[in-house]
């Protein structure tokens, strides 16, 4: 309720029960109004909706003892009434938190994963958790998507779910109540209402004049209740326009998102997370140490192993690498002269080439001038 009353909303709409709440914001949204509007107060629906779903899975957990289970052994505070319901300033630490409560709920309910790490993908975490739920059978209508954010309705839902099933799990079951004796009970307190009456009186009579008494003796007059003590005991009832009230949302309605602050003491969890983690490296470092050293010497042998091997190698063909060498050198100078050769080849057809060209050059001479020789057109002389 202080969030709430933070918030702006006045203490009448406060006072109403949840049903008495989602009845009013409904007929609010149903009023003719504008399409950005509509759409303010269809997310007010939501935001009731996620807040009562959060109120309920706080309500589970606490019956979970997570606050000892979780919250102690992993390090994290526990969250308010509103945590998931609202996207907080830093997502990232508000989609781990998730991501842990999540995987602490599957445990509860007798899914042992190995946990997702803060540097996975948070697309594939929200596709394994709505997995491991699936096997579990329990109904999400929501896509992955509408998990990354960490808040929202599709969390709240998940996180819901898990925590009701997880109390059918662990066969959590509520003691009996305790039956009072209503006569017993209502003897008890008149005597006791008696004898505070009597001190009372015996106060007002040594302290109060004797016309203050006077007037007090008179206002007792017939002993029926006053219009204020009516009024006290009468059946609560609405009394708010709706116009006033949807003029009233319209204008707290800029208001009414929740921004869930960062904590300012983040560095005193990492300095306890971090001290955890230290005594944990302590207690695994001298086993990992004898584990390291022993696979340690295990390489140090088979590097001596596989040296032995290569000396042994090496002194069985080294003929057949003095051969390889000298057959490598012979190929060299074959090569050598190869490439000599070809130059030589190409040398020679550009030669051949241009005397190709100037045989031409002389052919066509030689049969011009026979043309020329052999011509026995008749000589015209003017």
Same mark, same amino acid.
């Given at each position: 309720?202080?969030?709430?009353? +933070?918030?702006?909303?006045?203490?009448?709409?406060?006072?109403?029960? @949840?049903?008495?709440?989602?009845?009013?914001? /409904?007929?609010?949204?149903?009023?003719?109004?504008?399409?950005?509007?509509?759409?303010?107060?269809?997310?007010?629906?939501?935001?009731? /909706?996620?807040?009562?779903?959060?109120?309920?899975?706080?309500?589970?957990?606490?019956?979970?003892?997570?606050?000892?289970?979780?919250?102690?052994?992993?390090?994290?505070?526990?969250?308010?009434?509103?945590?998931?319901?609202?996207?907080?300033?830093?997502?990232? /630490?508000?989609?781990?938190?998730?991501?842990?409560?999540?995987?602490?709920?599957?445990?509860?309910?007798?899914?042992?994963?190995?946990?997702?790490?803060?540097?996975?993908?948070?697309?594939?975490?929200?596709?394994?958790?709505?997995?491991?739920?699936?096997?579990?059978?329990?109904?999400?209508?929501?896509?992955?998507?509408?998990? @990354?954010?960490?808040?929202?309705?599709?969390?709240?839902?998940?996180?819901?779910?898990?925590?009701? +099933?997880?109390?059918? #799990?662990?066969?959590?079951?509520?003691?009996?109540?305790?039956?009072?004796?209503?006569?017993?009970?209502?003897?008890?307190?008149?005597?006791?209402?008696?004898?505070?009456?009597?001190?009372?009186?015996?106060?007002?009579?040594?302290?109060?004049?004797?016309?203050?008494?006077?007037?007090?003796?008179?206002?007792?007059?017939?002993?029926?209740?006053?219009?204020?003590?009516?009024?006290? #005991?009468?059946?609560?009832?609405?009394?708010?326009?709706?116009?006033?009230?949807?003029?009233?949302?319209?204008?707290?309605?800029?208001?009414?998102?929740?921004?869930?602050?960062?904590?300012?003491?983040?560095?005193?969890? %990492?300095?306890?997370?971090?001290?955890?983690?230290?005594?944990?490296?302590?207690?695994?470092?001298?086993?990992?140490?004898?584990?390291?050293?022993?696979?340690?010497?295990?390489?140090?042998?088979?590097?001596?192993?596989?040296?032995? @091997?290569?000396?042994?190698?090496?002194?069985?063909?080294? #003929?057949?690498?003095?051969?390889?060498?000298?057959?490598?050198?012979?190929?060299?100078?074959? +090569?050598?002269?190869?490439?000599?050769?070809? &130059?030589?080849?190409? +040398?020679?057809?550009?030669?051949?080439? &241009?005397?190709?060209?100037?045989?031409?050059?002389?052919?066509?001479?030689?049969?011009?001038?026979?043309?020329?020789?052999?011509?026995?057109?008749?000589? %015209?002389?003017?």
């Amino acid at each position: 309720s202080d969030v709430y009353k +933070r918030q702006g909303i006045n203490a009448e709409y406060m006072g109403h029960s @949840k049903k008495k709440k989602r009845k009013m914001a /409904e007929e609010t949204a149903n009023a003719p109004e504008g399409g950005n509007e509509a759409q303010n107060q269809e997310q007010l629906i939501k935001d009731y /909706e996620c807040t009562s779903m959060m109120d309920e899975l706080l309500e589970n957990l606490k019956l979970l003892n997570y606050e000892q289970r979780f919250c102690k052994q992993k390090g994290f505070k526990p969250f308010t009434r509103t945590y998931f319901s609202y996207p907080a300033s830093n997502s990232g /630490e508000q989609f781990l938190y998730f991501n842990y409560i999540a995987t602490w709920l599957l445990s509860m309910n007798g899914v042992q994963t190995s946990g997702w790490s803060k540097f996975e993908d948070p697309s594939a975490v929200c596709n394994n958790i709505i997995l491991e739920i699936t096997k579990l059978g329990v109904t999400f209508d929501f896509p992955p998507t509408k998990l @990354k954010s960490g808040a929202g309705e599709a969390v709240c839902t998940l996180l819901l779910r898990l925590a009701e +099933r997880a109390i059918k #799990h662990n066969k959590f079951t509520f003691a009996a109540p305790t039956v009072v004796n209503e006569e017993e009970k209502e003897n008890e307190e008149t005597n006791q209402e008696g004898d505070d009456d009597g001190i009372q009186e015996d106060l007002e009579n040594k302290e109060m004049p004797e016309d203050d008494l006077g007037e007090v003796d008179r206002g007792k007059g017939d002993g029926k209740p006053t219009a204020e003590e009516d009024e006290e #005991h009468n059946i609560l009832e609405s009394k708010t326009n709706a116009e006033e009230w949807q003029k009233e949302c319209e204008r707290a309605s800029s208001r009414l998102k929740i921004q869930a602050g960062g904590d300012t003491k983040e560095w005193r969890t %990492h300095l306890e997370q971090a001290k955890t983690y230290g005594e944990k490296v302590k207690e695994c470092l001298p086993e990992a140490r004898a584990k390291l050293e022993k696979t340690s010497d295990e390489l140090t042998k088979l590097m001596e192993k596989i040296s032995g @091997k290569e000396k042994v190698i090496n002194k069985n063909f080294s #003929h057949i690498v003095e051969d390889y060498k000298v057959h490598a050198d012979n190929l060299r100078e074959v +090569r050598q002269k190869s490439g000599q050769l070809n &130059e030589n080849y190409q +040398r020679q057809q550009e030669r051949l080439l &241009e005397i190709t060209e100037k045989l031409e050059e002389i052919q066509e001479t030689m049969n011009k001038q026979g043309n020329t020789m052999t011509d026995l057109s008749l000589i %015209h002389i003017s």
